[in-house]
């Protein structure tokens, strides 16, 4: 099921929401539905609107992730999105996105905007030695017709690509609170082993993400922190393998 909820106009921090750029989010959830109320106050000074696509009817223990991008895409050009801002439910843009999200859209013509991604490991903290400080996801993208929308079955990008867009860094974090539990950290490895297990669609494999050798941790800084605040209540997040999913 999806839902679309767009905001009438109104002025918040310095620029017109109703502006011939509207940015929609867009994101799907099932295991992390509980997360979505933050996720939506993250999002409320810097979104016109946001379309949800509701995976708990799904019977599989991980659904088709190019199948639920593609209709985002689709019903983001739809609602008449000038930028697609794609999210998951666990993670948050720092407060400073709200400041800068007009200098970001206005003007930057065929552009996908790439944000740090932070792995947090604590509320306050995430981790930065080895592939962890190195992290970049384009998650602010021109809207375009779900047609071209391409990707390999799992850490694919939201746009294909030979759309041509130009790929820019924001300066900005994106903060990715699923791996502050530990259990979480070796639930994901075990999941996506099982999703990839000859590795084809990620050469590093899955090994890493419960591998807390030589672990460095960085504090968010001053001033970049991210809102509402996180208190983690130590839940899965995501398909149990230890159960039976079958049927």
Same mark, same amino acid.
């Given at each position: %099921? !999806? ?10 921090? /310095? ?8 940015? $929609?989010?867009?994101?799907?959830? @099932? ?19 946001? &379309?949800?696509? +509701? ?44 400041? @800068? ?26 981790? $930065?030695? /080895?592939?962890?400080?190195?992290? !970049? ?5 021109? #809207?375009?017709?779900?047609? @071209? ?6 850490? /694919? #990008?939201?746009?294909? +690509? +030979? ?40 050469? &590093? ?9 030589? %672990? ?17 209540? /130590?839940?899965?997040? !995501?398909?149990?393998?230890?159960? +039976?999913?079958?049927?």
């Amino acid at each position: %099921m !999806m839902t679309v909820e767009m905001k009438p106009p109104r002025r918040r921090r /310095g620029r017109w929401f109703w502006s011939r750029q509207r940015i $929609v989010a867009v994101f799907s959830y @099932r295991y992390d539905a509980h997360l979505v109320p933050d996720l939506l106050a993250n999002l409320d000074a810097i979104v016109d609107g946001w &379309i949800a696509y +509701d995976d708990r009817a799904a019977n599989e223990i991980f659904s088709s992730e190019t199948q639920r991008r593609r209709a985002l895409v689709a019903a983001a050009y739809e609602a008449g999105a000038d930028w697609i801002l794609a999210m998951d439910p666990d993670e948050r843009l720092e407060n400073g996105v709200a400041s @800068r999200i007009g200098r970001l859209i206005n003007g930057s013509g065929h552009v996908a905007w790439g944000f740090r991604c932070r792995e947090m490991y604590t509320p306050a903290s995430y981790r $930065v030695d /080895g592939p962890w400080g190195l992290k !970049m996801q384009h998650r602010l993208f021109g #809207a375009y017709h779900p047609d @071209r929308y391409r990707a390999q079955d799992l850490h /694919g #990008a939201w746009f294909p +690509d +030979d759309i041509g867009f130009r790929l820019r860094d924001s300066g900005l974090n994106l903060y990715h609170l699923k791996m502050i539990e530990p259990k979480r950290r070796v639930a994901r490895r075990d999941l996506y082993n099982r999703l990839d297990p000859d590795r084809r669609l990620q050469q &590093i494999g899955y090994d890493y993400l419960a591998d807390e050798a030589g %672990m460095i941790l960085e504090a968010v800084p001053a001033g970049r922190g991210y809102f509402p605040a996180h208190a983690d209540d /130590g839940g899965l997040w !995501m398909a149990d393998l230890s159960l +039976d999913h079958q049927g």
